[in-house]
């Protein structure tokens, strides 16, 4: 998307700003510690070597009861808490998951919300949208240097949802027969290697992430420039760039270099810089 205005373009830069500060920051819109919280709650939780990466880094789509390595880095420290009283650790266990999950759909509304407020889509495309954007920060967060790979979801989950969460449900309103372009889609979203945890190769990981992340910007402009999305977007000042589908491409690849290019060590440093200055 473009915006054809200086406020439709200071709009989409606010929401790409505020869709990464959704999934990155442990602090909620007014500044509370939402980490700092759930240790006072639940003084058995830590985020351990995942650092900010243990919170909110599950996927848009999934629950995070049912993502593997945030489950893995609670284990630990709630197993040695309760070891002596399991009844009070199922408990414990059960009402910081009900906290975890009202945590993540605040700030799946939130984005759903942003999303809707700049595009003018419905909820159903709205939600499509902001599945995408989510996903495709999951894969950027797949860069080379990042050392907490392990804690975000599988890439042929980002994959997944991508296209059934995603593309799916944004072609239901823009082609008349929307099984045929996704079937296109689905065939350029093969990758050599079925991704998961047994490979340890980083090179292959990058290579998968961005693979996905190109074929994301060169078909998202070509939907979002059909039928009811390009009446919706020109109404808010916006359009879709046909003479250049690369663009969003372009985009998301220099992301993915500037967070390949940044060294996790001091991505944490600003983050606790920042803390310690508010």
């Known amino acids: 998307m473009i915006?054809?205005?200086?406020?439709?373009?200071?709009?989409?830069?606010?929401?790409?700003?505020?869709?990464?500060?959704?999934?990155?920051?442990?602090?909620?819109?007014?500044?509370?510690?939402?980490?700092?919280?759930?240790?006072?709650?639940?003084?058995?939780?830590?985020?351990?070597?995942?650092?900010?990466?243990?919170?909110?880094?599950?996927g848009f789509n999934n629950s995070p009861m049912d993502h593997e390595p945030f489950g893995r880095?609670?284990?630990?420290?709630?197993?040695?808490e309760y070891y002596n009283d399991p009844d009070a650790g199922i408990k414990a266990e059960w009402d910081f998951f009900d906290r975890i999950e009202a945590l993540h759909e605040e700030r799946k509304e939130a984005l759903i919300y942003e999303v809707k407020k700049v595009t003018g889509f419905d909820r159903y495309a709205s939600t499509a949208l902001a599945s995408i954007i989510y996903d495709i920060h999951m894969l950027c967060d797949y860069s080379g240097k990042i050392k907490t790979v392990n804690y975000l979801p599988k890439i042929n989950f980002l994959?997944?949802?991508?296209?059934?969460?995603g593309f799916y449900v944004l072609l239901l309103d823009a082609y008349p027969s929307p099984d045929d372009l996704l079937g296109q889609i689905e065939e350029e979203f093969k990758f050599p290697y079925d991704y998961d945890y047994d490979i340890k190769d980083k090179d292959i990981m990058?290579?998968?992430?961005k693979h996905i992340i190109q074929i994301t910007g060169k078909y998202l402009p070509q939907i979002l420039g059909e039928n009811y999305y390009k009446n919706v977007l020109e109404e808010q000042g916006l359009g879709v760039n046909f003479s250049n589908f690369e663009q969003l491409t372009d985009f998301l690849d220099r992301e993915f270099e500037r967070l390949a290019d940044k060294d996790e060590d001091e991505y944490e440093d600003e983050q606790d810089y920042e803390s310690e200055d508010e």
């Not at 909620?28 to 639940?42: P, R, T």
């Not at 994959?159 to 969460?165: G, S």
């Open 206 to 209: 990058n290579n998968h992430a």
């Open 3 to 58: 915006g054809n205005t200086d406020v439709a373009k200071e709009n989409l830069r606010n929401l790409w700003k505020k869709a990464q500060f959704f999934i990155d920051s442990y602090k909620d819109e007014v500044g509370n510690n939402i980490y700092q919280d759930l240790v006072d709650e639940f003084d058995w939780f830590d985020w351990g070597e995942a650092r900010h990466r243990i919170l909110f880094h599950w």
């Open 73 to 80: 880095q609670l284990g630990s420290g709630h197993f040695r």
């Open 159 to 165: 994959r997944d949802d991508i296209i059934d969460n």
